[in-house]
């Protein structure tokens, strides 16, 4: 069973940047989706980055450029890198990861989820 953990949330000022990690234990399949998505309190669902089982690295389009995915395949580790935040990327980001068909839907394996809070 794989089980995800994140870290690196917190509470800066817009300009800031903050560093995410998620270390999965378990087998994690090299054919899986894996990324990151965010969830405000009464939104959907946002995709932020993520990678698919051909090594396309996706960014959510409000990203612009400010945020940068990576993994360590090795440690079963990924990152995500933010910079420039803006008050709207305040929410709870997950890292997941699940067959790409069920990525993008409803993953199987998810975090428990990080605090990313901006301040304006």
């Known amino acids: 069973q794989v089980q995800l953990v994140e870290s690196g949330g917190g509470s800066v000022q817009a300009g800031g940047s903050l560093r995410l990690s998620c270390t999965a234990s378990g087998f994690l399949d090299s054919d899986f989706c894996r990324g990151w998505f965010r969830q405000a309190p009464g939104s959907e669902r946002e995709d932020v980055a993520d990678?698919?089982?051909?090594?396309?690295?996706t960014y959510g389009d409000f990203v612009k450029g400010r945020f940068t995915f990576s993994q360590d395949s090795a440690k079963n580790t990924l990152f995500l890198q933010m910079n420039d935040l803006k008050p709207e990327d305040t929410g709870v980001y997950y890292c997941?990861?699940?067959?790409?068909?069920?990525?993008?839907?409803?993953?199987?394996?998810r975090g428990q989820g990080t605090q990313v809070t901006v301040s304006s």
């Open positions: 997941a990861a699940d067959t790409c068909g069920s990525y993008y839907i409803r993953p199987r394996f």
């Open positions: 990678v698919d089982n051909e090594g396309t690295i």
